[in-house]
């Protein structure tokens, strides 16, 4: 195999060697051209290390990689720069002294190669030490590359002291970019989660955020022209609708991108499978959504302020806003609200709708018994059986262990038993809404299947009451708006209760 071009966003068609890459080498220019100091957060698997190392090779002052793009005419080769390039990608990191041990191996590389020696014997007085030693060996400024800044923290995310414990060494550690600041030319750093500037870049008030700007919405990941345009002689046969309903819609306040490993695997087995979402689970989010008793049906369009979604830390976590970071949420649409920022939230695409809903189901029930249930659920809906539907869900219930419900006092809640119809929908890619308003007020849920709308309303009758549900549904007349819609219409009031733990009414109509 021909060894690809350091640093380019790459696919490689193993059986006649040519090479696929998308050109992002414009962004290196632009980022040295307006600033110094950069941030950027971007869920795993998206490239970020990819795009961290073409700014190594450019400051390194490789040319011939550089062959055909962007970078290629519009940089100055001249002038090669000394560049530390920090890791924290492979391995897990249980400790703090793992965590000094990492870092030293990490410096060891560097000084050895460089034939510097460091007298320093404290970890960030050593990393201040290479800096300064490096400028001083090439008469250059030096570049600093950190990748997976925050890997440390969240290899201990469920383990609060521990994770504290690490971020303050980590805080130390970052410091020395304040203090080296004569001695630096450019500063980059990575990772999936934002944390706050006091929390871990304490006193490096210039470091910018590129997170959510427009500008830089495309840096990582693969536009719908980009797709098209580059791997265009992979695409004969291919569905490219159903590909960007699948794939695309990632979105930072700028054009929606494809996740680049969606893509090229999908286009190495042309098969339509949760790439991205099989090489990580989120079973600490779904804890979290758990514990914080979240209606997972408002995913489907969710709002957080500015505060909100660009700050985390481990003593102050928001599921809301890890959902965000990590890429099973993404930016839907921006509404100024008084003098504030609203981030409207969504899912991104239907691997991710499907794919997170199937793995919270998974939480309460056996992985064999809910595959047979999602078949019933389809089924029904099929065949448009809503006593099939029925029992189906009351088989669900009734199936969650015991243990389950002591642990917990989520079903005492509407939102818990909605969140499982919902799931149970998302889960089977149907195309569901959510909370939607009316003239009348908010419809609970409505799904669409085959030309036919079924409307629910959801209620827990020790709160609300028997036969509210679809008395509701039929006095607010919900149905009117999708008249126009649908085929059929189907109103659904579902009851729960929280002693019995199950449905105990499921009422129907057809408009």
């Given at each position: 195999?021909?060894?690809l071009?350091?640093g380019i966003?790459?696919?490689?068609?193993?059986r006649?060697?040519?090479y696929?890459?998308?050109?992002?080498?414009s962004?290196?220019?632009?980022?040295v051209?307006?600033?110094?100091y950069?941030f950027?957060?971007?869920?795993?698997?998206?490239?970020?290390s990819?795009f961290?190392d073409?700014l190594?090779?450019?400051?390194?002052?490789?040319?011939?990689?550089f062959?055909?793009?962007?970078?290629?005419?519009?940089?100055?080769?001249s002038?090669?720069?000394?560049v530390?390039y920090?890791?924290f990608?492979?391995?897990v990191?249980?400790e703090?002294?793992i965590?000094?041990?990492?870092?030293?191996?990490?410096?060891?590389?560097?000084?050895?190669e460089?034939?510097i020696t460091?007298?320093?014997?404290i970890?960030?007085?050593?990393f201040?030490e290479?800096?300064?030693k490096?400028?001083?060996?090439?008469?250059q400024?030096?570049?600093?590359l950190i990748?997976e800044?925050?890997k440390?923290?969240?290899?201990?995310?469920?383990?609060?002291e521990?994770?504290i414990e690490i971020?303050?060494?980590?805080?130390?550690?970052?410091?020395?970019l304040?203090d080296?600041?004569?001695?630096?030319?450019?500063?980059?750093?990575t990772?999936?989660t934002?944390f706050?500037k006091?929390s871990l870049?304490?006193?490096?008030?210039?470091?910018?955020?590129i997170?959510i700007?427009?500008?830089?919405a495309?840096?990582?990941?693969?536009t719908?022209?980009e797709f098209?345009?580059?791997?265009a002689?992979?695409?004969?046969?291919?569905?490219?609708d159903?590909v960007?309903?699948w794939?695309?819609g990632?979105?930072?306040?700028?054009e929606?991108?494809?996740n680049p490993?969606?893509?090229?695997l999908?286009l190495?087995?042309k098969?339509?499978r949760?790439?991205?979402?099989?090489?990580?689970t989120?079973s600490?989010?779904?804890?979290?959504?758990?514990e914080?008793?979240?209606?997972?049906?408002?995913?489907?369009?969710?709002?957080?302020g500015d505060?909100?979604?660009?700050?985390?830390?481990?003593?102050r976590?928001?599921?809301?806003?890890?959902?965000?970071?990590?890429?099973?949420?993404?930016?839907?649409e921006v509404k100024k609200r008084?003098?504030?920022?609203?981030?409207c939230?969504?899912?991104?695409?239907?691997?991710?709708?499907?794919?997170?809903?199937?793995?919270l189901?998974?939480?309460?029930?056996?992985l064999?018994?809910?595959e047979k249930?999602?078949?019933?659920?389809?089924?029904?809906?099929?065949?448009?059986?809503?006593?099939?539907?029925?029992?189906?869900?009351q088989?669900?219930?009734?199936?969650?262990?015991?243990?389950?419900?002591?642990?917990?006092?989520?079903?005492?809640?509407?939102?818990?038993y909605a969140?499982?119809?919902?799931?149970?929908?998302?889960?089977?890619?149907?195309?569901?809404?959510?909370?939607?308003?009316?003239?009348?007020?908010?419809?609970?849920?409505?799904?669409?299947?085959n030309?036919r709308?079924?409307?629910?309303e959801?209620?827990?009758?020790?709160?609300?009451?028997?036969g509210?549900?679809?008395e509701?549904?039929?006095?607010?007349h919900y149905h009117?708006?999708?008249?126009?819609?649908?085929?059929?219409?189907y109103?659904?009031?579902?009851?729960?209760?929280?002693r019995e733990?199950?449905?105990?009414?499921f009422e129907w109509?057809?408009?």
């Open positions: 195999m021909k060894k071009p350091v966003q790459s696919f490689v068609e193993i006649t060697e040519n696929y890459y998308v050109d992002k080498t962004f290196v220019k632009k980022l051209d307006e600033g110094k950069f950027l957060s971007r869920p795993r698997r998206f490239g970020k990819l961290l073409t190594r090779q450019a400051f390194l002052g490789r040319r011939e990689l062959h055909s793009l962007y970078l290629e005419n519009n940089w100055d080769w002038v090669k720069y000394p530390i920090i890791s990608g492979s391995g990191i249980r703090k002294e965590l000094l041990k990492t870092f030293e191996s990490i410096l060891r590389e560097h000084y050895e460089e034939q460091l007298t320093e014997e970890p960030n007085r050593r201040f290479l800096i300064k490096l400028y001083k060996k090439y008469g400024k030096v570049v600093v990748d800044y925050d440390p923290i969240l290899d201990n995310i469920d383990k609060i521990i994770a971020r303050e060494e980590l805080k130390n550690f970052y410091s020395v304040k080296a600041d004569p001695y630096l030319k450019f500063v980059f750093i990772g999936v934002k706050s006091v870049f304490s006193g490096l008030n210039n470091l910018e955020d997170t700007s427009p500008a830089f495309t840096i990582c990941g693969y719908q022209k098209e345009t580059v791997f002689d992979r695409l004969e046969g291919v569905d490219l159903e960007r309903r794939y695309n990632y979105s930072w306040l700028g929606p991108v494809y490993f969606d893509i090229l999908f190495r087995e098969i339509f949760p790439y991205w979402f099989e090489t990580g989120p600490f989010l779904i804890k979290l959504i758990l914080k008793r979240l209606c997972v049906p408002t995913f489907e369009n969710f709002e957080l505060e909100i979604i660009e700050s985390f830390d481990v003593d976590i928001y599921p809301e806003s890890l959902l965000f970071q990590t890429g099973y949420l993404t930016i839907k008084r003098v504030m920022l609203k981030y939230l969504g899912w991104p695409n239907l691997e991710v709708k499907v794919s997170f809903n199937n793995y189901l998974n939480t309460f029930i056996d064999i018994e809910k249930n999602l078949d019933r659920v389809y089924e029904a809906l099929e065949k448009n059986d809503l006593e099939g539907l029925r029992e189906a869900f088989a669900f219930f009734a199936s969650i262990p015991h243990d389950w419900y002591r642990k917990t006092e989520l079903h005492r809640y509407e939102g818990f969140s499982i119809f919902y799931a149970y929908f998302a889960a089977l890619g149907l195309e569901v809404k959510v909370e939607d308003a009316t003239s009348h007020g908010r419809l609970d849920m409505a799904v669409k299947f030309g709308c079924y409307l629910f959801f209620k827990v009758v020790e709160f609300e009451g028997k509210r549900a679809l509701q549904l039929k006095t607010r009117e708006k999708y008249a126009a819609r649908c085929e059929e219409i109103l659904i009031g579902v009851e729960f209760s929280y733990r199950n449905i105990v009414g109509e057809k408009v």
